[in-house]
């Protein structure tokens, strides 16, 4: 009976990431292959997505829409290790970024908006830092900007300096990306409840009554619902975006990123409610808000991990709109309209 469990669900692992890869572009670059969607024309979007995600999660319509009504195309690679871009083509965050300048080189784009989210976050910092002269602005959305080592209980806590784990983890890891655990995994959070419970639970800080009512805000509120949805959907199945994820890890344990040397007008979102465990401490925001000189910081009060549905969330769509839009006429400089 397992036996025959494990032939469904690696048959529906292989027909979901063929699916998938239809509508995805890859190319190889000077620096490796790399997966990647393109949408529209100049002047683009450079979206970096963030852990156990994809380049889906960054082109989920409801997301990319307000850049499109505002003039600009999108461009979202697969980071190294995420479905189809393996993760040969990048370990470190400063590789990761070099791979999107030869993407960029690749596909004729000189100079981009980088708008990057969670553990995305790093290589756009990186790639702003090394390539000013490719970049018009930094956008960071709950990034992470310094070292995040895993938490005591995580399976991914223990790594060791040469980036190995201990025996127990590689254990748990090859459960993790068992189809069987993809498949389940699928049946949970493809239900509105079982989306927004299986992130809001390990990405937020709210009290048990705050949870109940933010799950039913975003259940009432169509939109919210299908960025949550979606979002959750781009993470399956879990063995195309394993190797990023535990490359991640790796490279978060002990993390250095040149914040002082970005010096394009920065924008910094975050959430009150974020989880300082699963999700990006509120510390971060601050740390690099102090240290990026042409950063602003906007914190809101109801954002969690998955600040895009939140309430307020609108704010930081304008800001960063009018950010970009300034930075493409060369203004160093942008005030509050």
Not at 116 to 124: I, T, V
Not at 230 to 254: H, L, R, Y
Not at 283 to 307: D, F
């Amino acid at each position: 009976m397992l036996g025959l469990l494990e032939w469904y669900c690696s048959r529906w692992q292989e027909a979901w990431l063929k699916n998938i890869y239809k509508t995805t572009n890859f190319t190889q670059t000077r620096l490796g292959p790399v997966g990647y969607h393109i949408i529209g024309s100049p002047p683009y979007v450079l979206q970096i997505h963030g852990q156990m995600g994809s380049a889906d999660q960054v082109t989920i319509p409801d997301l990319i829409s307000p850049w499109q009504r505002a003039g600009f195309g999108i461009i979202a690679p697969n980071r190294p290790g995420y479905r189809n871009t393996p993760v040969s083509s990048g370990r470190t965050m400063a590789e990761q970024a070099d791979l999107y300048a030869a993407l960029l080189d690749e596909l004729g784009v000189d100079k981009v908006v980088v708008n990057g989210g969670s553990a995305g976050g790093p290589s756009s910092i990186e790639f702003a830092a090394r390539y000013p002269n490719r970049t018009h602005c930094l956008l960071l959305t709950v990034a992470i900007t310094g070292t995040k080592k895993e938490e005591k209980g995580s399976p991914a806590q223990g790594v060791r300096p040469d980036g190995t784990f201990p025996l127990s983890s590689r254990i748990l890891f090859r459960i993790a990306v068992d189809p069987i655990i993809s498949w389940a995994e699928w049946q949970w959070i493809k239900t509105p409840d079982g989306a927004i419970d299986g992130s809001m639970g390990e990405l937020s800080n709210f009290t048990a009554e705050e949870k109940a009512a933010e799950k039913q805000r975003i259940k009432n509120n169509p939109k919210d619902l299908r960025i949550v949805m979606e979002m959750m959907k781009a993470s399956v199945p879990v063995a195309s975006t394993w190797d990023g994820t535990i490359n991640d890890v790796i490279q978060f344990n002990n993390l250095t990123l040149p914040l002082e040397k970005v010096k394009c007008p920065t924008l910094l979102a975050y959430g009150k409610h974020d989880s300082p465990i699963s999700g990006v401490p509120i510390h971060m925001a601050y740390n690099a808000h102090e240290r990026m000189p042409q950063s602003e910081l906007m914190i809101l009060k109801r954002g969690w991990h998955l600040l895009w549905v939140a309430p307020d969330y609108d704010q930081v769509v304008s800001r960063s709109i009018v950010i970009a839009t300034a930075s493409l006429k060369g203004s160093a400089h942008v005030e509050y309209v």
